[in-house]
C-alpha cells in the first residue's frame, strides 16, 4: 500500500481580465461545492435520513491582493457572468519532483471589494469576493470540472450530470 501525499500549490498568477496579479495576490479561496440536505424522517425508516436537495447558495471564489487597486475595486459589470477572472498555477506532488499545470477560471459578478485600512508606508491588503456564475478547472491541460448554472451544465471528468435534466426540459 502506497502513502499519498498532499498536493502543493508552488506558485500561482492571477488575472482579472487581462491584468495580472503576479506578486501582488497572496491567497485566492476557491468556491465551495456544498450540497444541501434535508432531513427526512418519515414511516418506514428506522432513523433520520439526510436527503440532497439542491446546492447552498454561497458559490463565490474570494482573493486578497497586497496594495490599493482601483482597478479592482471599481471593476463591475451588469452581467451575471461579466467579470472573468483566472488563475494559472503549477501544483507539486508531496511525494516527488513532479508538477502539473492547474488552470481556474471563474465568470461573475464582483459582490464584495474592499481596499482595507490606508496608512501611511504601509501596504494594504484589497480583498474581493466574486459571486461566481460559471467556473471551469484544468489539470495537466485536462478538464476536471466545469458548470454553467444559467445553461445547466455541469461536467465532471468529462460526464455531464445534467444533461438528462436539459432533455427533459427541451434544452439540447
Known amino acids: 500500500m502506497s502513502i499519498v501525499l498532499p498536493r502543493i500549490l508552488r506558485a500561482f498568477d492571477l ?13 485566492i ?16 425508516l428506522s432513523r433520520p435520513l439526510k436527503v440532497q436537495t439542491g446546492y ?7 482573493f486578497s491582493t497586497k496594495g490599493l487597486d482601483f482597478d479592482i475595486l471599481l471593476a463591475g459589470n451588469c452581467a451575471i457572468d461579466g ?10 506532488e508531496g511525494d516527488s519532483c513532479t508538477e502539473h499545470s492547474f488552470k481556474a477560471y471563474f465568470w461573475g459578478q464582483i459582490s464584495d471589494a474592499d481596499g482595507g485600512d490606508l496608512s501611511i508606508n504601509e501596504l494594504s491588503t484589497t480583498d474581493v469576493t466574486l459571486a461566481c456564475a460559471r467556473i471551469q478547472y484544468f489539470l495537466d491541460e485536462k478538464e476536471i470540472y466545469f458548470e454553467d448554472t444559467m445553461n445547466m451544465i455541469r461536467r465532471i471528468n468529462g460526464v455531464d450530470h445534467l444533461a438528462e435534466r436539459r432533455k427533459h426540459l427541451g434544452r439540447q
Open 15 to 27: 488575472y482579472v481580465g487581462d491584468n495580472n496579479y503576479a506578486g501582488t495576490c497572496e491567497k
Open 29 to 44: 479561496k476557491l468556491p465551495k461545492n456544498a450540497p444541501k440536505f434535508e432531513v427526512l424522517n418519515a414511516g418506514g
Open 56 to 62: 447552498e447558495d454561497d458559490w463565490d471564489m474570494t
Open 83 to 92: 467579470v472573468p477572472i483566472m488563475v494559472k498555477g503549477s501544483i507539486g
